[in-house]
C-alpha cells in the first residue's frame, strides 16, 4: 500500500523515484545486523552492560512497521547476532523466534495498540531474551544478576530511541 | 493502532498458503534454535570457523576506531605534557635516583639465583612470546566475557596459548581466525587458572566471577586464611600458563575464597603479548592396530 500524502502539504513529491522493492525489503534486514555488530565498538567491557542493539532494532521493525519482517526472519537475523555476541551459537536463534511467535500472539489478541503497549510487549520480551540468555550462556553461581537488571532497564529505556530511528528510516524507505 | 487487516487471508488459497508456510518456517526457526544450542552446549568450538570470519571483518573496524578516538583523545593530554614537563622531569629525576639501589640489589639477586638453578640443575623453559597485538573488542552485551585480539593464525597464534599484559595474566586464547584470535579473558565464568601465593607457595585458582573479578580460591584443604595484600602468580599447574605471571593482589582478606580484581584491567589495556604454550600438550599415541 501506498502512504497518501496529502496534496497540500510540504511532504508530497508525486516526481520522487521510490526505492527498489527488493532494496526497501532488505534495509529492515540490515539495519537489524548493524545493530548486532554494534560489539564491535573498541571497548573492553569488564561487565555486560552493552544493551543488545540488534534485538532492540528487531523489536522496533516488528512492533512499528509490522509487514517490514517476515515471521520467520529472526530465526536468521538471531545466527548472524549469534556469531558476532559471544552467546553460544542458537541462543539468539532461539530467544528471538520465540519473542517473534509471541509477539504474534498478543497481537492476535491485544489488536488496538498504542506506543505504550508497544514499549511494554519490548520491555517483556527484552527482558525474557536477556534473563534466559544468561541462563543458556552462564553457569546459574555466576555474578552477573545486578548487572543484568541494569542492562535491562538501559535496553528498555533505549527502546523509545530505536523505535524513533526505525520510523525514520521506514519513512525514508517508503511504504511497499 | 488499527487491527491489521492486511492478515487477513480472505479466500484466496494462495495467501492461506504462503501465511501458512510462514508461520511453520517461524517455529521452524526457534526449533533449529534450540537444536543448534544443543549442539554448541556439547561442543562450543564447533562453530568457531564462522565465528571467526564475521571477527575478520569487524576486527579491522574496530580497530580504525579506536584509532580514530585515541587520536582525538591524545590532543588534550599532549597539551596538558607540555605545560607540566618540567614538574614531570624533576619527578622522575627522584624516582630514577631511588630507584637505582633497588636495580642493583635487583641484579645481584638475578645473579645469584641463576648459580642456584645451574647448582640445582633445573631446566626453565623461557616463554617465548608469539605475537604483540591489541585487544580491539569484547562481548559487550552477552555474560560470557571474550575479547578479540587483533592477531590470527598467520602470525602463529594458536588455541590455548597465553595472553597477558606488561602487568599480569590477562587470558587464553580460545579460538583463531586466520587474523583474528577470541581471547576467554580471566574473568570469564568457565576461566579457572592455577595460581599460588608468593609469600608461601600456597595452592589456589582463580575463577572467573562474569563480573570483571575473579574468585581467589583454596584449593589445599579449608580454612585458609587470605590476608589483604596477598599476592599471586601463576603456578605453572596444567601446563598452560608458564609460572610467575602476576594474577591477582587482594584487597581484603578472607577465608577459603576471596573476591579480587585482576592485576591486568582489560578495560584499559593498549596492548597485549600472546606467548607459546608453557608445556604443549604431547602428540596423541600412535594407534595401535
Known amino acids: ?176 | 493502532m488499527a487491527p491489521a487487516r492486511d492478515r487477513r487471508t480472505g479466500f484466496s488459497r494462495r495467501r492461506q498458503y504462503s501465511i501458512f508456510v510462514s508461520y511453520v518456517l517461524a517455529v521452524a526457526g526457534a526449533i533449529v534454535g534450540a537444536v543448534l544450542l544443543v549442539v554448541s552446549t556439547f561442543n562450543p568450538p564447533a562453530f568457531a570457523a564462522l565465528r571467526m570470519a564475521v571477527a575478520s571483518v569487524t576486527a579491522p573496524v574496530s580497530s580504525a576506531f579506536a584509532a580514530a578516538i585515541g587520536g582525538v583523545a591524545s590532543i588534550p593530554e599532549g597539551i596538558g605534557h607540555y605545560f607540566f614537563v618540567q614538574r614531570e622531569n624533576a619527578e622522575l629525576r627522584d624516582v630514577l635516583k631511588r630507584q637505582n639501589a633497588l636495580v642493583l640489589r635487583a641484579r645481584a639477586v638475578v645473579v645469584e639465583n641463576r648459580h642456584l638453578h645451574t647448582l640445582l640443575r633445573v631446566r626453565d623453559r623461557s616463554a617465548d612470546t608469539v605475537v604483540v597485538a591489541r585487544l580491539v573488542s569484547s562481548t559487550g552485551s552477552s555474560g560470557r566475557r571474550f575479547a578479540l585480539l587483533n592477531a590470527g593464525r598467520w602470525d602463529g597464534v594458536r588455541p590455548g596459548m597465553p595472553v597477558r599484559a606488561a602487568d599480569g595474566l590477562v587470558g587464553r586464547v580460545l579460538e583463531t581466525g586466520p587474523s583474528v584470535a577470541r581471547v576467554l579473558l580471566l574473568s570469564d565464568s568457565e576461566s579457572m587458572v592455577p595460581i599460588r601465593r608468593t609469600r608461601d607457595g600456597l595452592p589456589a585458582v582463580a575463577a572467573g566471577r562474569g563480573d570483571g573479578r575473579v574468585d581467589v580460591r583454596a584449593v589445599s584443604g579449608t580454612n585458609v586464611r587470605f590476608q589483604p595484600g596477598d599476592f599471586f602468580v601463576t603456578s605453572g599447574v596444567g601446563g598452560l600458563y608458564a609460572p610467575g605471571i602476576p594474577v591477582a593482589k587482594l584487597d581484603v582478606g578472607g577465608i577459603d575464597s576471596v573476591p579480587t580484581g585482576t592485576l591486568a584491567t582489560p578495560d584499559s589495556l593498549d596492548i597485549a603479548t600472546v606467548e607459546r604454550a608453557f608445556m604443549p600438550m604431547p602428540p596423541a599415541p600412535a594407534a595401535t592396530p
Open chain 1, 1 to 176: 500500500m501506498k502512504r497518501q500524502v496529502p496534496v497540500h502539504s510540504i511532504g508530497y513529491k508525486p516526481f520522487e523515484k521510490s526505492l527498489a522493492p527488493s532494496r526497501a525489503r532488505a534495509i529492515p534486514w540490515v539495519s537489524v545486523m548493524i545493530g548486532s555488530c554494534l560489539t564491535a565498538i573498541p571497548v573492553i567491557a569488564t561487565v555486560p552492560l552493552l544493551p543488545p542493539a540488534g534485538l532492540l532494532m528487531l523489536l522496533s521493525w516488528r512492533l512499528l512497521a509490522r509487514f517490514s519482517l517476515r515471521h520467520w526472519a529472526a530465526g536468521p537475523l538471531g545466527f548472524f547476532d549469534d556469531l558476532v555476541s559471544g552467546q553460544p551459537l542458537g541462543s539468539a536463534v532461539l530467544l528471538w523466534s520465540f519473542s517473534f511467535i509471541l509477539i504474534e500472539m498478543i497481537e492476535a489478541r491485544l489488536v488496538f495498540r498504542d506506543f505504550w503497549q508497544d514499549w511494554l510487549i519490548a520491555g517483556g520480551a527484552i527482558a525474557l531474551c536477556l534473563i534466559l540468555g544468561r541462563f543458556l550462556a552462564l553457569p546459574i553461581g555466576t555474578h552477573v544478576d545486578g548487572v543484568l537488571w541494569a542492562q535491562i532497564v538501559i535496553t528498555a529505556m533505549l527502546f523509545p530511541l530505536t523505535a524513533r530511528l526505525v520510523a525514520w528510516i521506514d519513512r525514508k524507505r517508503g511504504d511497499q
